[in-house]
């Protein structure tokens, strides 16, 4: 059965803080992403790579990195952490060309700056 | 500038009656639709998706229907089950082999019992 983990399910951080969000796929799959959803804003796309140390902004990149080191890890780092980062964060992967087009979600990390 | 809509956040429908979800898309380059389910903490789900070389795909109790003239989708649903509630969300690709996905904003499916 295909897997993307997401390390941490809940968060609770500090304004200021450093933030690693940690994902890993065991499908070896080419490309990962990392989204976030909001309430009316649906899910948008933060960062996404399609190969190790690649990476392509997304919508919505200001105030995050990446960091593909691995093919089947994806970091989200946020450097300096602020309550308008409060939201829930989806990794998902998916492989080279166009296929289904299907996205393989995590379960998500539900981040909270106080 | 949301190149992907759903005008309608929540629906709600009797079990065993029809449920139709509408997206609407603004970017001509889009070429291939999807339709996601998510239920509380956890992440989306494939359901069903089209290519604009058709017009319609059925799977199941699931179908979806593409209008390219304007740029419209909706996914159809018979007959609805409790089971079914969730967040429905389109979405939408171009060209591209990273296969980037831009979504809509969701619908809150209820069926009621």
């Known amino acids: 059965d295909v897997k993307v983990t997401q390390s941490s399910r809940y968060l609770v951080k500090r304004t200021g803080e450093k933030v690693f969000l940690e994902c890993v796929q065991d499908m070896d799959h080419e490309n990962m992403f990392w989204y976030r959803q909001d309430p009316g804003l649906g899910l948008r796309l933060i960062y996404f790579?399609?190969?190790?140390?690649?990476?392509e902004k997304g919508d919505i990149p200001e105030g995050y990195s990446v960091s593909r080191e691995k093919k089947e890890r994806f970091s989200l780092i946020l450097e300096s952490a602020s309550t308008n980062q409060t939201s829930m964060y989806l990794c998902?992967?998916?492989?080279?060309?166009?296929?289904?087009?299907?996205?393989?979600f995590g379960e998500g990390s539900r981040l909270t700056v106080l | 500038d949301q190149q992907v809509k759903q005008n309608s956040p929540s629906l709600s429908v009797q079990e065993g009656r029809i449920s139709i979800l509408n997206c609407d898309y603004t970017n001509s380059m889009f070429d291939y639709f999807l339709w996601y389910k998510k239920y509380p903490a956890e992440g989306p789900t494939f359901l069903i998706s089209?290519?604009?070389?058709?017009d319609k795909n059925e799977d199941g109790r699931f179908t979806v229907f593409l209008n390219k003239s304007a740029k419209h989708l909706s996914l159809h649903i018979v007959p609805s089950q409790p089971g079914d509630s969730a967040v429905y969300f389109c979405a939408a690709s171009g060209s591209g082999s990273a296969r980037q996905l831009t979504f809509g904003s969701g619908t809150q499916l209820t069926v009621l019992p």
């Open positions: 790579s399609y190969d190790v140390k690649m990476k």
């Open positions: 998902a992967s998916s492989p080279p060309g166009r296929g289904t087009g299907e996205l393989f």
């Open positions: 089209i290519s604009s070389i058709k």
